[in-house]
Nanobody, 115 residues
């Protein structure tokens, strides 16, 4: 089995930066992709950025040039570097591991961008 736990959320002013971490436990080498998603009240969870084994990534247009995902598969850690944060980035951010038998989600970490 695989478990994922997010950390690194918090409060930041517009223009600031945060780095989210996703720690995997269990069969970490079984993951073939990792992704970061976010959700605000009343809205569907949306993809922020994802990365596959080999390094190819997909990202939302809204975060292009501001956010960057990275993944150290052998260590079981993934990160989301978020720069030039905007108030509209406020959300609960979730980490997802894609494994052969399905998807594993973390509990989420709150990011609040406000002046």
């Amino acid at each position: 089995q695989v478990q994922v736990v997010e950390s690194g959320g918090g409060f930041v002013q517009p223009g600031g930066s945060l780095r989210l971490s996703c720690a995997m436990a269990g069969k970490i080498l079984s993951a073939n992709a990792m992704g970061w998603y976010r959700q605000t009240p009343g809205k569907q969870r949306e993809l922020v950025e994802s990365i596959r084994t080999g390094g190819s990534s997909v990202y939302a247009d809204s975060v292009k040039g501001r956010f960057a995902i990275s993944w150290n598969k052998s260590h079981g850690t993934a990160y989301l570097q978020m720069d030039s944060l905007k108030t509209e980035d406020t959300a609960v951010y979730y980490c997802k591991a894609v494994v052969a038998w399905g998807e594993v989600w973390g509990q989420g970490t709150q990011v609040t961008v406000s002046s």
